[in-house]
């Protein structure tokens, strides 16, 4: 309780003090223009040619209006457990007049983790996202998307000369909104509430071949816990002429970006929180 009110104040603290140095005539050469919008939770994309170099994700502007992201945890995790997570995902606001952007992204993540016992498990997400971004003015905008992912996977194990192998499904569905009130030329604050309505039954499907017969199961798994998984993030955005600090700290479920899946709230105390340092080029 106490880390987590620690988190809060830090935010709050940042925040309040980036505001007033927003407000101060030093700012003059601030981030936060028409032309540039926070590409996070929302409709826009990058400009051709444009490119975005960060912690968390790696993104180029293919031409107007389309970009290639790859995002770097899953490369880094993947590292770690001797396997390379290679991810890919497609943005393209295909709609972008006066007050109003639509966006549509697809992409897929894929790795392998090796656990003893010459034990294989093998993934692969899918990813499909709508999004819509409204300019209520030249201050406030609102956002709000969906995104449905497919997740399959397979795995194998031998353990004292018995093979087993198994191949597992499920899917979920995301949505999300987002405030943005851009307080200053370099300070953008946000308020973000993310929801998983729906989430299927993982499906098992898997044999066990120990010599003579071959035995075939198929199992269900209950995810109902993750059923109504939901954060609520007050956060900023604060924007130079090239750097960029986003930094949010909330409550509740955490939603791991890159992976598009839900850790449950417990797992880190109920915080949840986003947080990316990145330059724009």
């Known amino acids: 309780m106490r880390a987590k009110r620690t988190l809060l104040l830090v935010a709050l603290v940042v925040g309040v003090t980036s505001v007033g140095a927003g407000f101060h005539p030093s700012s003059a050469r601030a981030y936060h223009t028409y032309k540039e919008r926070l590409l996070n939770t929302t409709a826009y994309s990058l400009s051709r040619r444009e490119a975005r170099l960060g912690l968390m994700q790696l993104s180029y502007g293919i031409i107007d209006q389309l970009q290639v992201t790859t995002w770097t945890m899953p490369w880094i995790l993947g590292a770690i457990f001797q396997d390379v997570a290679p991810n890919l995902e497609l943005k393209s606001t295909f709609y972008d007049r006066k007050k109003l952007a639509l966006s549509v992204s697809a992409g897929f ?6 656990q003893p016992e010459n034990t294989k498990i093998r993934y692969f997400l899918f990813p499909v996202s709508l999004a819509s971004s409204v300019r209520i003015n030249s201050d406030v905008s609102t956002h709000f998307g969906a995104r449905y992912t497919a997740v399959d996977g397979d795995a194998d194990t031998q353990p004292e000369g018995t093979a087993v192998e198994g191949a597992f499904v499920v899917d979920f569905l995301q ?63 604060f924007s130079w002429e090239r750097a960029n600090i986003r930094l949010g700290v909330g409550y509740s479920d955490f939603f791991v970006e890159g992976f598009y899946l839900v850790v449950p709230g417990e797992v880190l105390s109920n915080v949840a929180f986003e947080f990316d340092v990145f330059v724009r080029f």
Do not use: H
């Open 109 to 114: 993540l894929t790795g392998t983790v090796e």
């Open 175 to 237: 949505l999300w909104g987002m405030f943005e009130w851009r307080v200053s030329r370099v300070v953008a604050f946000t308020f973000t509430v993310r929801w998983v309505p729906y989430v299927s039954d993982v499906v098992v499907n898997g044999t066990v071949d120990a010599g003579n017969p071959t035995i075939s199961a198929q199992l269900q798994g209950d995810l109902s816990e993750l059923r109504n998984a939901f954060a609520i993030i007050p956060g900023f955005v």
